[in-house]
Nanobody, 115 residues
């Protein structure tokens, strides 16, 4: 059974930074294309960023240039470095594979952007 655990969220002022981490058990993240998603209050979950097993990355337009997705294969973790945070980035952030081959969702990590 694959288990995903997201961490690193918190309260940050606009313009600030956070680094999110996704730890996996029951699988090796290096073998999968991985994504970060987020769900803001009252909205559907949306895709944020993707990294392939080969290391190629792509981003939603709303976060391009501000967020960086990466993985640490030795630690079996996935990260999301978030800089220049905006109030509209506030959401619960989740990691997972591509839609269609989703693992059980983790609990997510809450990001709050407020002054």
């Amino acid at each position: 059974q694959v288990q995903l655990v997201e961490s690193g969220g918190g309260l940050v002022q606009p313009g600030g930074s956070l680094r999110l981490t996704c730890a996996a058990s029951g699988t090796m993240l290096r073998d999968s294309d991985m994504n970060w998603y987020r769900r803001a209050p009252g909205k559907q979950r949306e895709w944020v960023a993707r990294i392939t097993s080969a290391g190629s990355t792509n981003y939603a337009e709303s976060v391009k240039g501000r967020f960086t997705i990466s993985r640490d294969n030795a630690k079996n973790t996935l990260s999301l470095q978030m800089n220049s945070l905006k109030p509209e980035d506030a959401a619960v952030y989740y990691c997972n594979r591509d839609y269609g081959i989703i693992w059980p969702w983790g609990q997510g990590t809450q990001v709050t952007v407020s002054s």
